[in-house]
């Protein structure tokens, strides 16, 4: 390492999606010297795939108000989000809009050239902004554009591993940086930080090929939150998005049903409200595919003109993946894993349980999204929060001063990182990945039931049992991704069991968390967030209702 990567910075940013890079320009702009270190580079972020829009009640949009969007997103949550934070988010959305338009989002426009909204699932008027159906990359690369202009600090092809604590002089844990391998030279480093915030995105991946997200959404940050002393909630709670691509599991955005597409069965009839919440839309789908055998996409009545001015990545992922042209042909679908509603359990000034340690978007549960998110909700939350984060971030750092060289995680990961090139690999690890995927696409996605998930729990324990026996093959030093893949498989596994706990304990049906064996909702006993730490190494879960920070 050169002396510019060991020393120690104000915020450590983990990360580079869209939330990471906002949280960045506003850490900044409060004055902290600012550090992003991604596994990848920011433009390959998940955000790019939010395609469908942000949602804001802006003062051009006729009858919708900041009021209706909250209402919208309460009634979406089905009684898990907080009515605080979740009027905070609304309320400021459009601020965030205004500040995306004035970095350079090149937002569509309508015939008086203002920001053009469409109304997406649950939304009781057009309210999401779009830049046609590349929305989240629009967004994720004039905000990289931003934090270059500024000069901020990216260092990729940095894996995190473990996030480094200590405590303080009144005897409370806080952070004091992170370790990561650096993919380029195979070593593992320190970076001492003031304060941190992990953005790492999701961990839908644990369904492997059944997940729209990209193949690096392993829950990495919020597994190292986990195991640092962060607490977790509503990690039971995975959104499935109606309109994947049936083979590929490729994203077909809800922008597709929000200009106006059908959903038809086997027998080509439309079968449901295309626009009602993802998770009713959802289960609708997965009972015609069982009943029929298929499902499809027709926007084939938008016309060509039409697809190709509004919806063009529609059409080439369509015809890239599935190798149909859905101006002239219907697209099969099917519900695919796509956004994490739970994640690492946050306050109000985007804080977990462990001092300085910060985190915003889809890693972080701010308790907006409840049991189901509202569609157009993400984008707003990670500028929002983002922004939040950043701004109490570089406040922390300012405020304290960490005096502890976290020597002793650096030992440890390094040593870890050695002795993991001598495990065996009698078993092979991405056979094992996809046989998780398989069992939990099967038993613990879009319906469930105690026997299929105590399977599932079961087959995850055996894995855990297993790790040492599924080492990396390859034992080189640089740009060992076969190594890298066997850290994430080792991260989803401990996160999936945090899944199907929080699953099992939950005996009642609430959004996205559908049981068979238990399908009405019950606020008495169930209207409370589950969260889950870890003492001594050993998961602990409880039911907690409200603020529990």
């Known amino acids: 390492m050169n002396n510019r990567e060991t020393t120690q910075t104000d915020v450590l940013i983990i990360g580079a999606g869209g939330a990471a890079l906002s949280a960045a320009l506003k850490a900044q702009e409060h004055g902290a010297r600012v550090r992003v270190l991604s596994k990848s580079y920011p433009t390959r972020a998940q955000t790019c795939m939010a395609q469908g829009g942000i949602n804001a009640a802006l003062s051009h949009s006729g009858a919708d108000t900041v009021a209706l969007h909250v209402e919208d997103t309460l009634k979406s949550a089905q009684g898990l989000a907080l009515r605080d934070?979740?009027?905070l988010m609304c309320q400021q959305a459009p601020e965030a809009l205004a500040w995306l338009d004035r970095i350079g989002v090149p937002f569509s426009r309508n015939a008086k050239a203002q920001?053009?909204?469409?109304?997406?699932?649950?939304?009781?008027?057009?309210?999401?902004?779009?830049a046609q159906d590349y929305t989240g990359l629009k967004i994720l690369h004039t905000l990289y554009?931003?934090?270059?202009?500024?000069?901020?600090?990216?260092?990729?092809?940095?894996?995190?591993?473990?996030?480094?604590?200590?405590?303080?002089?009144?005897?409370?844990?806080?952070?004091?940086?992170?370790?990561a391998l650096n993919l380029r030279t195979g070593e593992v480093e320190m970076h001492e930080a003031a304060s941190v915030i992990v953005a790492t995105g999701g961990y839908s991946r644990i369904y492997h090929r059944h997940a729209t997200n990209a193949t690096g959404t392993t829950g990495d940050g919020i597994a190292a939150a986990l195991r640092a002393g962060a607490r977790l909630s509503d990690m039971e709670f995975i959104q499935f998005h109606p309109t994947a691509l049936k083979n590929s599991s490729v994203l077909i955005s809800e922008s597709a049903?929000?200009?106006?597409?059908?959903?038809?069965?086997?027998?080509?009839e439309r079968f449901t409200d295309e626009l009602a919440p993802r998770d009713i839309v959802a289960r609708e789908i997965l009972k015609e595919i069982e009943r029929g055998g298929a499902?499809?996409?027709?926007?084939?009545?938008?016309?060509e003109a039409f697809i190709d001015a509004q919806l063009p990545q529609e059409r080439k992922l369509a015809q890239l993946y599935e190798g149909i042209d859905p101006v002239y042909e219907i697209m099969p679908v099917k519900p695919a894993a796509h956004y994490c509603m739970g994640g690492i359990e946050v306050d109000a000034r985007s804080q977990t349980a462990v001092s300085g340690l910060f985190a915003c978007g889809e890693c972080a549960n701010h308790n907006v999204h409840g049991a189901n998110r509202l569609g157009g909700n993400s984008l707003l939350e990670l500028v929002?929060?983002?922004?939040?984060?950043?701004?109490?971030?570089a406040q922390y750092a300012q405020q304290t001063q960490n005096t502890c060289k976290p020597t002793e995680q650096l030992q440890k990961d390094r040593t870890f990182i050695e002795g993991v090139k001598y495990f065996t690999n009698q078993i092979d690890f991405y056979e094992k990945h996809r046989f998780m995927g398989n069992i939990f696409y099967n038993n613990a996605a879009i319906v469930r039931d105690e026997k299929g998930l105590k399977a599932v729990l079961a087959a995850v324990r055996q894995l855990q049992k297993e790790l040492p026996?599924?080492?990396?093959?390859?034992?080189?030093k640089v740009y060992n991704t076969n190594l890298v893949e066997f850290i994430e498989f080792g991260n989803m596994v401990e996160l999936a069991e945090v899944v199907l706990v929080s699953a099992i304990s939950r005996r009642e049906s609430r959004g996205a968390h559908f049981r068979s064996d238990a399908p009405q909702r019950d606020d008495e006993r169930f209207g409370a967030h589950t969260v889950a730490w870890k003492e001594e190494g050993v998961l602990c879960l409880d039911f907690i209702k409200g603020e529990v920070l």
């Open 85 to 87: 934070a979740v009027s």
């Open 115 to 130: 920001i053009a909204q469409r109304r997406l699932g649950g939304a009781s008027s057009e309210r999401a902004c779009y």
């Open 145 to 179: 554009d931003q934090c270059n202009r500024h000069n901020i600090e990216f260092l990729n092809e940095r894996f995190l591993l473990n996030i480094c604590t200590q405590k303080d002089t009144h005897g409370n844990v806080c952070v004091s940086g992170v370790t």
């Open 257 to 268: 049903r929000g200009a106006g597409g059908y959903l038809l069965n086997a027998a080509h």
């Open 295 to 303: 499902v499809y996409l027709d926007i084939r009545h938008l016309g």
């Open 384 to 393: 929002v929060f983002g922004h939040q984060a950043g701004v109490n971030a």
């Open 469 to 476: 026996f599924m080492g990396p093959k390859d034992k080189s």
